[in-house]
């Protein structure tokens, strides 16, 4: 859990957990206004001020838990051209926009790397966690059970398969999910992270060479 960190980590990790769920559901709203819908911004979500998208229980959660979320924003299917691929491509826009915030980060360290470039320890850390914490975000939300973009993004293709599962996914998702979160928190071993790990360990490697 962040609570029980060392006030120094915290310093530099709040702040960037905030920016970046922030950019994430930036995203996630100009992507739907950019397909024709305009209800994110007649709600006030086309903003990174972080009052319009923190969720004060999933704060919280971040905070003592180690997960938790930001506020959904809203969109309407109804205004989209193509609603079952635009509502995909606005799920995916909140993940990618953590890819490129963690690209940039591991751009950042690389080029510190290649060109020995002078910086205190204290920057570098705050990079690397930036790097780390936008790949986690992007990683998370690709998992394909909701409430996170995942169920979105590949319901379609899993409900092409299997429409069973794909019902149960979207019904029993946030169910299923904090019951793998607190399973993984009462006996020390994380399902999701066992999940997360290999393509957090990927994007690592492919953005800073690490």
Not at 27 to 37: F, K, P, T
Request: proline share 7%.
């Amino acid at each position: 859990m962040l609570f029980s960190l060392p006030i120094q980590v915290l310093i530099i990790l709040i702040p960037i957990l905030i920016f970046s769920l922030c950019f994430h559901e930036f995203l996630h709203g100009y992507m739907a206004y950019r397909l024709g819908d305009h209800t994110a911004a007649r709600n006030g979500r086309l903003t990174l001020n972080p009052l319009a998208h923190l969720d004060p229980i999933g704060s919280l959660m971040i905070l003592f838990v180690g997960f938790g979320w930001a506020k959904p924003v809203p969109v309407n299917p109804v205004n989209f051209s193509n609603p079952r691929v635009d509502i995909m491509k606005v799920a995916f826009a909140g993940p990618a926009s953590n890819l490129i915030l963690a690209f940039i980060g591991g751009l950042a360290i690389r080029m510190i790397n290649i060109f020995n470039i002078i910086t205190s320890d204290y920057i570098e850390l705050i990079i690397t966690y930036f790097m780390y914490i936008n790949i986690m975000l992007a990683v998370f939300n690709m998992i394909p059970i909701a409430p996170l973009d995942g169920s979105q993004i590949f319901g379609s293709i899993i409900s092409k398969y299997n429409p069973e599962l794909a019902w149960k996914l979207q019904v029993y998702g946030p169910k299923i999910l904090l019951g793998i979160i607190l399973f993984g928190m009462i006996t020390k071993f994380s399902i999701i992270g066992l999940i997360m790990n290999p393509f957090i360990k990927f994007f690592i490697y492919l953005f800073a060479g690490l």
